[in-house]
């Protein structure tokens, strides 16, 4: 049995993501603005390059974790990784916000190309990250405390990234906003670089070039298998969806509802700004039930009360600061759930392993990234397809009948796919007990080949 993990260590290793979601946060916010307002290219081009560039994305993840577990480095068999992937996001990312002036088409292609390449140096980055988590922390408490972590790195980076990135775009770039765009960036993503690198250095002492081996190696057909053929990752995957289209659906929504319903600026910008506080708080209250429960309970607390508060909510959508309220409260039921997605993932690396008698933990613990790129992409659809159905057109006059159809929009809807969540987790079978028998039978399998 491997001691409790220092804090210190624990603290350390998870600072690498607040700068990764500072500048992930950037790219989200700012990256069409850019080339649509500074670059001048077409809304419907951009929006074009952005949908194909994100779908490449999307199947680059299992790339990148396999990649990360058949590609080793002699000073790390996962750190190593942390110490190579970031510097090159840090180019690429900053490449993004650039100005080639090769010519429309030329310049189209470059930018898409160093879209491809900066999120492929990103999903290395968070395949290792994510692969590390397991390494370093044995217990399932470690690896509870891990996620939540970093789920409490993933909401302090968006609040920041709300109250400092528009008067840094004003302070670095004075009257010339391109200028303001790619400092900005750039200094977010020297910070991504050295949070990963002080990861990286305290994870080196858990991670040697032989981590983690089972016996032989995944080969790349064997791992991609792992998505389809393995239950409880299938499992967790689907549910993971619909949890993070159920927060994502709420976001897609809201600036309807705020345009439409609640009318008035403040009130948008009082939503906001309440759900990072919110979230904040949520994975705080979700570590501590999943110190007191199991991951399945936590699981099923926290969807339950997202669920419940974006019901109470539809009643109540004609009062936008009651709206809002309750709103943030099903906002840290989400982000009680989201502590537990590392500590999920490591669970099913370890019945992973020991099932198939290969080394998977990187291309299985790279998927923790899938859900959300899913969902961010399932969220716009169904938020264009349910605005379709309504009827919407765009700068109409508010009617009643508009209200409450953007009112039901942003509630009843998310509210579905958190029910989906809830049914899915009850077909999940790796309990704390089963995980625990696995990694005892792993140990003697492991003891017998020596």
Not at 60 to 83: C, D, N, Q
Not at 183 to 188: A, D, H, M, Q, S
Not at 301 to 321: C, E, K, R
Request: hydrophobic letters at 50%; one cysteine or more.
């Amino acid at each position: 049995m491997s001691p409790k993990l220092k804090s210190s260590i624990i603290i350390i290793f998870s600072l690498g993501p607040i700068g990764f979601f500072l500048m992930m946060n950037f790219i989200g916010t700012y990256y069409s603005y850019f080339l649509t307002d500074i670059l001048k290219i077409s809304a419907a081009t951009v929006g074009t390059l952005v949908l194909a560039s994100r779908v490449i994305d999307t199947f680059t993840v299992p790339v990148a974790g396999g990649m990360v577990e058949k590609i080793h480095f002699p000073w790390g068999r996962y750190s190593g990784w942390l110490w190579l992937a970031p510097p090159i996001s840090t180019l690429f990312v900053t490449l993004m916000f650039t100005n080639p002036n090769f010519g429309h088409t030329a310049t189209i292609i470059f930018l898409g190309a160093i879209y491809i390449l900066a999120h492929m140096s990103i999903n290395l980055t968070e395949a290792a990250h994510y692969a590390l988590m397991p390494v370093i922390a044995y217990s399932d408490e470690d690896r509870v405390l891990l996620s939540a972590r970093r789920a409490q790195a993933m909401s302090a980076g968006s609040l920041i990234f709300g109250f400092v990135a528009v008067p840094m775009i004003a302070a670095l770039g004075g009257n010339d906003e391109g200028r303001g765009l790619f400092l900005t960036v750039l200094i977010f993503s020297l910070l991504q670089l050295a949070g990963y690198w002080m990861a990286a250095k305290v994870s080196m002492p858990f991670d040697t070039k032989d981590t983690g081996l089972t016996g032989k190696q995944a080969g790349l057909l064997e791992m991609a298998g792992q998505i389809f053929k393995n239950k409880p990752l299938a499992i967790l995957i689907v549910a993971e969806v619909c949890r993070w289209s159920a927060s994502l659906i709420v976001m897609n929504l809201s600036v309807y509802y705020f345009k439409y319903v609640a009318i008035k600026p403040v009130y948008f910008t009082a939503f906001l700004t309440s759900r990072s506080v919110a979230t904040m708080a949520g994975t705080a209250v979700g570590q501590y039930f999943a110190r007191r429960t199991s991951k399945i309970a936590t699981w099923n607390i926290g969807t339950g009360i997202n669920l419940l508060l974006l019901v109470i909510a539809w009643f109540f959508y004609s009062n936008p600061p009651l709206f809002i309220v309750l709103h943030a409260i099903a906002a840290v039921g989400h982000s009680i759930v989201m502590t537990l997605s590392a500590a999920f993932l490591a669970d099913v690396a370890e019945y992973t392993e020991w099932k198939t008698k290969a080394n998977a933990r990187g291309i299985v613990m790279s998927l923790g990234s899938l859900p959300v790129k899913i969902s961010m992409a399932l969220a716009g659809a169904v938020a264009g397809y349910s605005l379709s159905l309504v009827g919407y057109v765009p700068d109409t006059e508010t009617t009643h009948e508009l209200a409450a159809a953007m009112g039901a929009l942003s509630t009843l809807l998310p509210a579905v796919f958190a029910v989906l969540a809830l049914v899915l987790i009850r077909f999940y079978p790796l309990t704390e007990h089963k995980v625990r028998i696995i990694r005892k039978r792993k140990e003697r399998s492991m003891r017998n080949q020596t």
